[in-house]
C-alpha cells in the first residue's frame, strides 16, 4: 500500500537552498506536485526555481516573523495544491529551510499506514498554564484592550491584557469543548485533515479574528497555535503527536540551532522525515545527506 505525496513550500527570501530543495524532492518523488507561496514583497525569486511541477501562489501575501499572514500563506499554498489536477493523498508543509531526511518511501510507507490523518507535534494551552507556561497563555488565552490615553506606547504598555479565567472564558473562542494549542508550524496531513481544514477556516471566522485580534497589540506567533487548533479539536481527524521533523532547539531561543555535520548521527537516528534548519553555509551537510539518500536508493522511492 502506498500513497502519493505533494508539497507546500513557504519562502521569503532570495535563498539558492529553495532551488536545491525543490530539485531533491523532484527526483526523491517522481516529479511530484509542489505549490511554493513566494512572498513577492520581500524580493523576486530564487534563480532556477520555476520548474516543471512547481507552482506558486499568486497573488501572494506580504507575511511577516509572528503574524497571521503566515497562516494565510499557508492556507493559500494548501488550498492550491489540492486545485490541481495531480492533487496528492498526503501533503508535507515545509520552508526552503527544510531538508529530507529519509527516502521517499519511507515517507510514503508511514504515511500510507499510520492510521492517522495528520502528523502534529503541539500540546494544550490551558487554565493550567498561566503557572507552568506563561508565554503560550499570554499570547492565546489572554483578552486584549487597548489602553485609554496611551495611543503612542511601545510593547505590553500599549494594551491591558485580560486573563483571569472568570473573564477569558467569555471573550475568547475557547472551552471544554474547544481548546487552544501551540506547537511547531510544520506538519503533514493527508487530503481529508486539509479539507477539514480549509472549510473551519472557511466558514469559522471567529477564531482567526481572535488571533488577528490579539495580534493587533503584539506579535503572538498564530503560526504556532491556529491550524494546531483547529487539527486537534476535530473529532472527525486522528492525529499523531510526532510531526516528523529533526529539530534542535537552544532553551529560550525563538529559532532552533542551524544543522551541521555533527548532527549527522542524531538527525538519521531520529526518524524523522525531514531535518529543520539549514541555512546557506549548510553546504557540506546536505552534501552529505545527498550521499545518505543516494545510497538508499531514494529513486526507487
Not at 15 to 42: A, Q
Not at 80 to 91: G, I, K, N, T, V
Not at 102 to 120: I, K, Y
Request: aromatic content about 10%.
Amino acid at each position: 500500500m502506498s500513497c502519493s505525496v505533494g508539497f507546500v513550500i513557504l519562502n521569503h527570501q532570495p535563498t539558492p537552498l529553495l532551488r536545491r530543495l525543490l530539485e531533491r524532492l523532484r527526483v526523491m518523488f517522481d516529479g511530484p506536485p509542489i505549490v511554493c507561496h513566494h512572498d513577492f514583497s520581500k524580493c523576486g525569486l530564487p534563480e532556477g526555481v520555476r520548474l516543471p511541477g512547481v507552482s506558486f501562489v499568486s497573488p501572494s501575501v506580504q507575511t511577516g516573523w509572528g503574524l497571521f499572514s503566515i497562516v494565510e500563506a499557508s492556507l493559500l499554498g494548501i488550498e492550491a495544491l489540492f486545485r490541481r489536477e495531480d492533487a496528492p493523498d498526503w501533503f508535507v508543509l515545509l520552508s526552503a529551510a527544510d531538508y529530507p531526511l529519509v527516502p521517499a518511501r519511507v515517507v510514503r510507507e508511514t504515511f500510507a499506514s499510520a492510521g492517522v490523518d495528520a502528523f502534529v507535534s503541539a500540546r494544550e494551552v490551558n487554565q493550567a498554564s498561566r503557572r507552568t507556561d506563561r508565554l503560550n497563555y499570554r499570547r492565546y488565552l489572554t483578552y486584549r484592550l487597548p489602553r485609554p490615553g496611551l495611543p503612542q506606547a511601545e510593547g505590553e504598555a500599549r494594551f491591558l491584557s485580560l486573563s483571569h479565567p472568570w473573564l477569558t472564558r467569555w471573550l475568547t473562542p475557547f472551552s471544554g469543548d474547544f481548546r487552544c494549542y501551540f506547537g511547531s508550524q510544520w506538519f503533514s496531513a493527508n487530503r481529508h485533515a486539509a479539507e477539514r481544514l480549509l472549510r473551519f477556516h472557511r466558514e469559522r471566522p471567529a477564531l482567526a479574528a481572535h488571533y488577528l485580534r490579539q495580534e493587533r497589540f503584539r506579535s503572538i506567533c498564530p503560526d504556532e497555535s491556529y491550524l494546531q487548533t483547529i487539527l486537534l479539536n476535530d473529532r472527525g481527524l486522528r492525529i499523531g503527536a510526532d510531526n516528523l521533523r529533526y529539530m534542535d532547539w537552544e532553551p529560550g531561543s525563538p529559532h532552533p540551532r542551524v544543522l551541521t555535520a555533527a548532527h549527522l548521527p542524531a538527525m538519521l537516528a531520529s526518524g524523522a522525515h525531514f531535518g529543520r534548519k539549514f541555512d546557506t553555509g549548510s553546504g557540506a551537510v546536505l552534501d552529505l545527506l545527498d550521499r545518505h539518500l543516494d545510497a538508499r536508493g531514494h529513486s526507487a522511492g
